[in-house]
């Protein structure tokens, strides 16, 4: 197995920018791509954006098209999620996961999720 780490959360203003980092424990493991989710209270979790580790092809959820992006570094087995033009509906706890699924836009095909940041928007 392999434990997935958010970090990066926080407190901002919207308009601001937050990046998120999602750190693998392991340097080798079997993955297609990598996904960020979130879930904010009283709903349900939701897909935000992924990407795969070999084409690097990307992925987002319309809420979120040209405001986010994901990226990866595949040597340290690292997933970003920069944030930008934030506002008070993205604040959720983002999860990262991995999956070796090609349907990356569903949360069940998800194996592996990190514990979850917090990301709180104020107006």
């Known amino acids: 197995q392999v434990q997935l780490v958010e970090s990066g959360g926080g407190l901002v203003q919207a308009g601001g920018s937050l990046r998120l980092s999602c750190a693998a424990s392991?340097?080798?493991?079997?993955?297609?791509?990598m996904g960020w989710f979130r879930q904010a209270p009283g709903k349900e979790r939701e897909f935000v954006a992924a990407?795969?580790?070999?084409?690097?092809?990307?992925y987002y959820a319309d809420s979120v098209k040209g405001r986010f992006t994901i990226s990866r570094d595949n040597g340290k087995k690292t997933v970003y999620l920069q944030m930008n033009s934030l506002k008070p509906e993205d604040t959720a706890v983002y999860y990262c996961?991995?999956?070796?699924?090609?349907?990356?836009?569903?949360?069940?095909?998800?194996?592996?999720w990190g514990q979850g940041t917090q990301v709180t928007v104020s107006s």
């Open positions: 996961a991995t999956t070796l699924s090609t349907v990356l836009t569903e949360p069940g095909p998800y194996e592996y």
């Open positions: 392991r340097r080798t493991f079997r993955s297609y791509a």
């Open positions: 990407i795969t580790w070999s084409g690097g092809s990307t």
